[in-house]
C-alpha cells in the first residue's frame, strides 16, 4: 500500500514544474504521456500549448526561452513524438538554449521489445542534448528533474532530455522539492565563480598599448544575461574600441551606436570583417570562432594579440588559439575589468584610437550596404529597412527562418536590446522562425513578435499558424517572397554557373488565402507603392497575419565571404560605387 | 590492432599525431559509455584501445581508460569535451601528470606442432616472464604484463617462430598518476 503523501510520477512531474516556476509547456499528446495528459487537465497553473507538430513544440520553446531568458518546456510522446524533435534538440545544442524535453516512453517491461511506438530515445537524442535520462524509478524522478532544469540552463546552456516510460508515470513515491536537491557540482558544470584577476590585468595592459583593437561579441554574452550588455556598453564607452557581434551576439549593444560596427563574418559588415583581419587586439566575448565567421583560419586575424571570455571550456583554442582565456562568467568578468579601470583611474581619453577610427571610417564610405530601390519592384533589403522604421518605437521582437531573407534582416534591422533577435545560428533550420515566434508570443504577450520569413522556409512548419490562431497569438509572418530558395539561388549564381537546380519553388500557395483559411489575416505587398501600407496594416491588425510581399527575386546578399576564402576577400554588391567597372560582373573581389 | 569505424579517421589527426592515454573518472551510469564512445565518433577521434571498470562501489565510480592518438591541440580538445559531459568527474592525459604508472595484461594461447616450436616459445615466456595459465599436450596460455610495449615485443617475438598459431586477447592499456 502506497501511503498518503505519495503521488503518482506524472504528478511528481508537475509538481516539479511547478517548483521550477514553469508556466507555459508547449506539446501534444499521445499513448506514452496520456496519464501526463490527465495531470495537465486537473490543474491551472501550467498552460498547454498544444503545437500541430512535435517540431513546432520545441521550436516554441526555444524561441520562449531565446525572448524571455527562461527555460523553454515541452512534452512529447514515444516513437514518432520524440524523434519529429530531434532537430530542433540540434537547433538548441548548436546554439546555447536552455530547453528541457520531457518524452513518454514504452512501459518498462516493454522496453527493447520494438514495442508499438517504442524507440531509442535516450540513444537518438545523446549526441543532440546537453545530457538526457531514462527515469526506470519513480523514486529518482524529482531528483532527476530539478537536476535537469539546472543543467540547461547552468555553465554553457543547452536542451536536456528526460524519457519517462509510462508505468513510472503511474507508480507513486514521495516528492522531493527543489530546495531539498543538493546538486553534486561536477554534473552541473557552472564554470568558475572566480574572476580571473590576473586575464583582467593583461587586458587592461593590452587595451593601453594597443592600437587597433577590437571587441568581438557572440551568443554567450546573451546567455551571460542583461547586465552582461551593460557591462559591455559602459567599457565600449569608456574605452573606445570598436565592436563587432556575430549573428547571435546582435542586440547586446545597440545596433546604432558610432561604436557598433554591425554583424561580422560571412554575410557581415565590409568594416567589421576588414577591422577583424587589421587589428592588433582582439576582445572576444562570448563568442566560438565559427567558421561563418573566420572564414579561411589561415588568414583570420593574423596579427592580433587575441583575448577570449567564454564558460565552456571547449570553445577555447578549438578553431583558433588565443594568447589569454578565461572560464569566468562574462558578468562577472566584465564588471571586475570596469570595475579595475574605476578604481585604478585609467583614463583611455587620450588614447582615442584616432588613427584606427580613421581607418575604419574609410572602410565605412564603401556603404557595403547600399542598395537602390527603384519605384516598381520591391527591393528585399528595402522591405526589411522598412519594417525597422515602422517598427522601431514599437516593444519588437523579431524571428526568422533561414535564407538570404534572415541575412537581410541580420543585416538592416537593429537590436538595441538583447533577446529581441531569435534565430536559428548553428543549425541553420528551414522553419525555425514561425513556431519560435509562437513561443515568444507566449512568454511576451503584449509585444509585437515578427517572422521575417522566406517563402520557402516558411512551407516547413506551416502547420503551426492553426496553433497561433488557437491561442490568440498576433504574430506577424513577414514573407519576403522571391519564389526561390533564394540562398540557394544565390550559391547557384556565384558557384556553380548559374544552374538553378531544384531552387525554385514552384506551386506556391496563395498566402493570402492560406492565411483566412486558417482564420488569420492575410495580406499583401506586390510593389513598391503598397509596401508601407501593407506593413502598417500588418502592425494594427490584433490578430496573426501573414503578410505576402513579393520581392526582386533575383537580388543577392552581400557583402559575402564564400566559405573558405579570407576576411579581405569579400564579395560586395554590384551597387558598389568605388568599383563602376565591375558592375556588370555584379560582384568584386576585394 | 587499431579500432576501426565507420567514419573516416580526419587525415589531421595524424598530421603530428602521438599516441596518449586518458584516464576519466565517471559516475556509474547507463549510457556512460555510449556517451564517451560516441564523443569520440562523432567528432571523428581516434580510440585505439578501452578499459572501463568500477573502481569505487560506494561512490559508484568507474575509471575509464582511453588509449588514442592525436596532436596535442586535438588530445586538449578531447579532455575538454570529455569534461563537458555531465556524468564526467575529471579527464586526464597520463602524459602531463608528473609520474604516472602504466601497465596492460594480455592472455595469449598458442598451438604449436613439435618440441623445437616449445622450446623457443620455452624461452621467450622466460624472457619476458610470463605466467603459464595452462599448459596441455600441443596447446600453452600464458599471461603478461606490463607497458603495452614491451607485450608488443614479446608478440613480436612469438612472431618469429613459425608454424604456430596465437590467439590473443589483450585488457589495453590502464594507467594511474603517482
Ligand atoms: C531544413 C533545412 N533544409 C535545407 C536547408 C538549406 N537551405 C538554406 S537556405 C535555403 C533556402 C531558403 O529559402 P527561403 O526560405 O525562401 O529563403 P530565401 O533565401 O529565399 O530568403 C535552403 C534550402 C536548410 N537551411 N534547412
Ligand atoms: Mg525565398
Known sequence: MSNDNELTGADILLKALKDQEVDTIFGYPGGAVLPIYDAIFGQNFLKHVLVRQEAGAVHAAEGYARSSGKVGVLLVTSGPGVTNVVTGLTDALMDSIPIVCISGQVPSHLIGTDAFQECDTTGITRPCTKHNYLVKDVSKLSETIHEAFKIASSGRPGPVLIDIPKDVQFAKSKYISKKDISFREHRIKAGSKNVDKNFVIELVNHIKKSERPIFYVGGGCLNSGHQASQELIKLVNKTNIPITTTLHGLGCFPGEDKSSLGMLGMHGNYEANLAMNKCDLMINVGARFDDRVTGRLDAFSPDSIKFHIDIDQSSINKNVKVNFHTNTDITLTLKEINSFIDSNNIDFGDKDYDNWWGQINEWRKKECLHYEQGDEVIKPQHAISRLYELTKQKDTFVTTEVGQHQMWAAQYYKFSKPNRWITSGGLGTMGFGMPAAVGAQMANPDSLVIDIAGEASFLMNIQEIATAVQYKLPIKIFILNNEYMGMVRQWQELLHGSRYSESYVDALPDFKKLAESFNAVGVRAKNISELDDTINEMISIDRPVIADIWVDKKENCFPMIPSGAAHHEMLLSKYDKENPENQEKGKVLV | ?178
Open chain 2, 1 to 178: 590492432m587499431s579500432s576501426t569505424s565507420v567514419y573516416p579517421t580526419p587525415i589531421n589527426a595524424f598530421k603530428q599525431s602521438k599516441r596518449s592515454v586518458l584516464s576519466v573518472i565517471v559516475d556509474n551510469e547507463p549510457g556512460i559509455l555510449a556517451r564517451i564512445v560516441g564523443l569520440f565518433s562523432g567528432r571523428g577521434y581516434n580510440i585505439e584501445a578501452l578499459n572501463v571498470t568500477v573502481v569505487d562501489v560506494q561512490k559508484n565510480l568507474s575509471r575509464i581508460t582511453i588509449e588514442t592518438l592525436g596532436e596535442e591541440k586535438v588530445i586538449s580538445q578531447i579532455i575538454a569535451q570529455l569534461e563537458k559531459l555531465v556524468p564526467v568527474h575529471s579527464a586526464t592525459n597520463l602524459a602531463n601528470l608528473s609520474e604516472s604508472y602504466e601497465a596492460e595484461i594480455c592472455l595469449v594461447k598458442i598451438e604449436f606442432d613439435n618440441e623445437e616450436q616449445d622450446q623457443k616459445i620455452l624461452n621467450f615466456a622466460d624472457i619476458y616472464r610470463s605466467r603459464t595459465v595452462q599448459k596441455r599436450q600441443n596447446i600453452v596460455v600464458y599471461e603478461i604484463s606490463g607497458t603495452s610495449e614491451r607485450i608488443n615485443k614479446f608478440l613480436d617475438d612469438l612472431d618469429t617462430i613459425g608454424g604456430i598459431k596465437v590467439e590473443l586477447v589483450r585488457s589495453g592499456p590502464i594507467g594511474l598518476g603517482i
